[in-house]
């Protein structure tokens, strides 16, 4: 099964400074209609998660743009460019490629303010 | 309005059965699929599967498969996450969820306790 793997796990960061969080996948992600299907979601402490960007690049409605995806093949980041205090929280990477079996998270990894 | 709203806290016992509901509201409800999703206190987010209020197709993740049952009542707009025997381990906030639609909308999510 595809299994995907985030880093690191904890990311302590300065307010207004950049964030960044990699995930890679054990198998490619690239659909045989050759679009990837990678998303990230942030969980704020208290709330639901929602996501922030998908197929690797494209922010949801809403999300600032300081969030910003990149990535192909079987290596992804999520990036912050300036993080604010709103960012604290738990950020997932999720593949809808390959099924079964299904949508998989990786492990999340979470942002703290230092 | 794009709204699910989930059922409340619920506190059971090991071996009991419990339904959760999550209720759509301010869109066509047979147009999209709806996921669950769990998380354990202190762990990560799991999709445990997904139904197609349409016509009640169903995907299950292979970890979920034969311990929880989706199903839906489409005429009242309602997606059920079911157990016959609960354990300890089931433990956890579940989420429903709209995830194939731009933007997504999730549930407030349910916390099932269970505890003898």
């Known amino acids: 099964d595809v299994v995907l793997t985030q880093s690191p796990l904890s990311l302590p960061v300065t307010l207004g400074q950049p964030a960044s969080i990699s995930c890679r996948s054990s198998?490619?992600?690239?659909?045989?209609?050759?679009?990837?299907?990678l998303n990230w979601f942030q969980h704020r402490p208290g709330q639901s998660p929602r996501r922030l960007i998908y197929?690797?690049?494209n922010r949801d409605s809403g999300v600032p743009d300081r969030f910003s995806g990149s990535g192909s093949g079987t290596d992804f980041t999520l990036k912050i460019s300036r993080v604010e205090a709103e960012d604290v929280g738990i950020y997932y990477c999720m593949q809808g490629t390959h099924w079964p079996p299904g949508y998989t998270f990786g492990q999340g990894t979470k942002l703290e303010i230092k | 309005e794009v709204q699910l709203v989930q059922s409340g806290a619920e506190v059971k016992k090991p071996g009991e059965s419990l339904r959760l509901f999550c209720k759509g509201s301010?869109?066509?409800?047979?147009?999209?699929?709806i996921s669950w999703v769990r998380q354990v206190p202190g762990k990560g987010l799991e999709w445990m599967g997904r139904i197609d209020p349409s016509d009640s197709e169903t995907n299950y993740s292979p970890s979920f498969q034969g311990h929880v049952t989706i199903s839906v009542d489409k005429s009242i707009k309602t997606a059920y996450l079911q157990w016959n025997s609960l354990k300890a381990s089931d433990t956890a906030i579940y989420y429903c969820?709209?995830?194939?639609?731009?933007?997504?909308?999730w549930g407030q999510g349910t916390l099932v306790t269970v505890s003898s």
């Open positions: 301010g869109f066509t409800f047979t147009n999209y699929w």
């Open positions: 198998q490619s992600l690239v659909y045989s209609d050759g679009t990837t299907y």
């Open positions: 197929k690797v690049s």
């Open positions: 969820a709209r995830l194939e639609t731009y933007p997504d909308y």
